[in-house]
């Protein structure tokens, strides 16, 4: 089985709502059931992929069809979720901080080695006001205050894996200074309670008095999504058509509101048995 992981990195503020309303919040985002974590459902994102092919690739549709399918038929590749990998959160000690956490670095092992790919990522363990860092201080992320423990091999291993899915250098040369792993718990707060919420308004066109006020849920830019495409061994190498549509741009459109700006990633692609 071929495997390539695809990393999204959110230029822009991404929203891909669920049709259930949470309180106050009219539109949140899609979030898987158990864990509560933002997420990029394959169905959307394979979508998104498809129209992105069929405008690269219009004069020669069966090569769209081929790798996506037909109404009649499957396509050769299957696209998973986009799970949660970086969620940046704000702090009251400088720049904004990038945490994640030792069931998200579990879950994220787990399919490296899906995708083919040998790795061990160090294990930290923490306490509720423990965080792993690069260097030992006291943070504030939001209103709660942290102890980060020095594991600066760690913290080092762990950024050099995961900037492999980040598209530009300048971003992955801070990756380490402002990297933080924290517990379970406090990542699902931060993954549940941290994002933001905007007022939107539709205004009558005679009077410009409001029609419709609505709140809506976004994924914060500099957020860090991760995919994986798989094609069964076919000998036809069905991925090498999905890397020559990388390579004609490496941006893409995810979710709604595409006419205010929101939703656009850089991808960054592994292909699966490389070393990292």
């Known amino acids: 089985m071929e495997a390539l992981i695809l990393g999204f990195f959110t230029e822009t503020n991404l929203h891909l709502g669920t049709e259930t309303d949470i309180g106050v919040i009219d539109l949140p985002v899609a ?115 942290f102890t980060i423990k020095q594991s600066p091999e760690a913290i080092k291993t762990i950024a050099d894996i995961i900037g492999k899915l980040i598209a530009h250098d300048s971003v992955r040369s801070r990756l380490i200074d402002q990297l933080v792993v924290i517990s379970d718990d406090s990542f699902s707060y931060f993954a549940q309670y ?42 036809r190498n069905v991925l090498a058509h999905v890397k020559e549509l990388l390579d004609s741009r490496r941006y893409i459109q995810l979710g709604g509101n595409e006419t205010i700006g929101q939703g656009w990633c850089a991808i960054e692609c592994l292909s699966g048995g490389e070393p990292l």
């Open 194 to 235: 941290g994002l933001q919420v905007r007022a939107r308004n539709q205004l009558e066109n005679a009077t410009k008095s409001s029609k419709n006020l609505w709140y809506e849920e976004a994924i914060p830019s500099d957020s860090l999504f991760y995919a994986i495409l798989l094609s069964p061994p076919t000998g």
């Open 31 to 145: 979030r898987e059931v158990t864990t509560k974590y933002p997420v990029i459902p394959g169905s959307s994102l394979k979508g998104s992929l498809r129209s992105w092919a069929e405008e690269v690739w219009k004069e020669d549709r069966d090569k769209v069809n081929d790798v996506f399918g037909r109404p009649d038929a499957a396509g050769n590749i299957a696209v998973t979720d986009a799970r949660l990998l970086l969620l940046p959160v704000r702090t009251l000690n400088g720049h904004y901080r990038w945490v994640v956490c030792p069931y998200i670095l579990e879950r994220w092992q787990r399919d490296l080695k899906l995708a083919g790919f040998s790795v061990d990522l160090p294990e930290i363990k923490l306490k509720d006001n423990e965080a792993g860092g690069n260097k030992e201080e006291e943070i504030y992320l939001e209103e709660f205050s």
